[in-house]
């Protein structure tokens, strides 16, 4: 596609609640990112791949986020039991490569809220 | 964490004066990178500059590097309404693991 694309756009979450956030990148990006962004704040960085494999998840604030990218295309990132501080924009991006100078491009992000 | 810190947090001007934010990092890197952001939008790559880069232009767009004191600005000239939003810095830092690490941004906002 043009861009990379992020689904949903918007989503509204019971505490506990599993949720899952899709990201298609831009076709042949080989690097694909995972980023929070919490009101107000800038980005922070959740976890990376390249191609299928999950290079660096270091970022992910506990073990109930969970990332995924089996075929080194579409990446879906989950939530399990869902907590209020969980409530952010989920944003993804995605290279050509890993490496110095390579634009990095987003998406348009997922709003979670967990009500 | 984050390693960039802009300055300033927020920022008000008229259309056609020119904007001025800082970023100011911690550790090596191999380029520092702006992004701007519009309310409720995703991240837009503007200008990437490389660490061994002291000034780059794109436009409107002029943005200095200096790694001595590790710090960035970025110049937006003659500013329009449209240029209302947030924008940030970004390390690629030279110690690879990690991908770009973002500041908290500096608000603009352009009155007309």
């Known amino acids: 596609g043009a861009g990379v694309s992020q689904s949903p756009r918007y989503k509204v979450a019971k505490r506990g609640q599993d949720v899952a956030l899709r990201c298609d990148p831009i076709s042949g990006h080989v690097s694909l990112f995972w980023y929070q962004q919490a009101l107000g704040q800038g980005p922070e960085f959740l976890t990376y791949f390249q191609n299928e494999a999950q290079l660096d998840k270091s970022g992910l604030p506990s073990d109930r986020f969970f990332a995924e990218r089996p075929e080194g295309s579409v990446s879906t990132l989950k939530i399990q039991r869902t907590q209020q501080e969980d409530s952010a924009v989920y944003l993804c991006?995605?290279?050509?490569?890993?490496?110095?100078?390579?634009?990095?491009?987003f998406g348009e992000g997922s709003w979670l809220t967990v009500v | 964490s984050q390693q960039g810190e802009e300055d300033p947090q927020a920022l008000s001007i008229q259309e056609g004066e020119n904007a001025t934010m800082n970023c100011s990092y911690k550790t090596s890197i191999n380029n520092l990178q702006w992004y701007r952001q519009n309310s409720g939008r995703g991240l837009v790559h503007l200008i990437l500059?490389?660490?061994?880069?002291r000034e780059k232009h794109s436009g409107r767009l002029r943005v200095t590097l200096d790694t001595s004191k590790k710090s960035s600005s970025l110049l937006i000239t003659a500013s329009r309404a449209a240029d209302t939003a947030s924008y940030f810095c970004?390390?690629?830092?030279?110690?690879?693991?990690?991908?770009?690490?973002f500041g908290k941004g500096t608000t603009l906002s352009v009155s007309s």
């Open positions: 500059i490389r660490s061994n880069e």
């Open positions: 970004a390390t690629d830092e030279a110690q690879a693991g990690t991908a770009l690490i």
């Open positions: 991006a995605s290279s050509q490569q890993r490496g110095p100078g390579n634009t990095i491009y």
